[in-house]
């Protein structure tokens, strides 16, 4: 979709679109999103990605090679989240995963506020309740080149983790009421990235 078209979307119609920033035509559009399809479903490569795309569209799509790099990893990293996430909803395997953990990358690209979710979690940890309004809105990706990743979690695994809550869910057997839902942070996603919690797959 052009981007005017993108952003008159409500959450939920915006989660099954595609746009670019600075791409109107639908052609090259549909040509990015199919190449991204097809790379994913060959193993994710951002070179063969760039290569394919460099050839395949008309001259001067992307600013960058920043832009088509931004492009790659955001939306892929968008998939394969969200079908992750699309698989944990599943009642047959959600109740087996009650937790999910936080992990960014450690390096001199981190932002600073992708760094604080790994200690705004349950009791200072990485470790959130899956269906924790935090979680929801930040489970990654949550922002543009969002290199950080999550990983669900049984509730022996987030008690091995020095998780309170779990320990002793894991010790009486019983759900613990209310859940250890944290607070939400200062800071948000940008607007592209807002997930409604009506429309959020968990």
């Known amino acids: 979709m052009t981007r005017p078209a993108y952003d008159a979307l409500e959450a939920a119609a915006r989660a099954k679109a595609f746009t670019i920033a600075a791409v109107e035509s639908r052609e090259t559009l549909a040509k990015v999103r199919d190449a991204l399809a097809e790379n994913v479903r060959k193993g994710a490569d951002y ?30 990293s968008t998939a394969f989240s969200d079908g992750q996430a699309r698989v944990l909803s599943n009642p047959f395997v959600r109740k087996g995963f009650p937790y999910a953990s936080y992990d960014p990358i450690h390096d001199d690209r981190v932002r600073e506020n992708h760094l604080a979710l790994e200690s705004l979690g349950i ?26 990743s999550w990983s669900p979690m049984t509730v022996r695994q987030a008690a091995e983790s ?14 613990p009421s209310p859940p250890a839902f944290v607070p939400m942070p200062a800071f948000r996603p940008p607007p592209g990235f807002d997930r409604s919690l009506g429309a959020a797959p968990l």
Do not use: K
């Open 162 to 175: 020095g998780v309170a809550e779990a320990q002793a869910w894991l010790d009486t057997g019983q759900e």
């Open 47 to 76: 070179r063969e990605f760039a290569e394919e795309i460099v050839a395949g569209v008309e001259p001067n799509t992307f600013l960058s090679d920043a832009h088509r790099e931004n492009v790659f990893r955001t939306n892929v």
């Open 123 to 148: 009791g200072g940890s990485n470790v959130y309740r899956i269906d924790d309004p935090v979680f929801q809105t930040f489970r990654p990706p949550w922002d543009y080149m969002d290199r950080c």
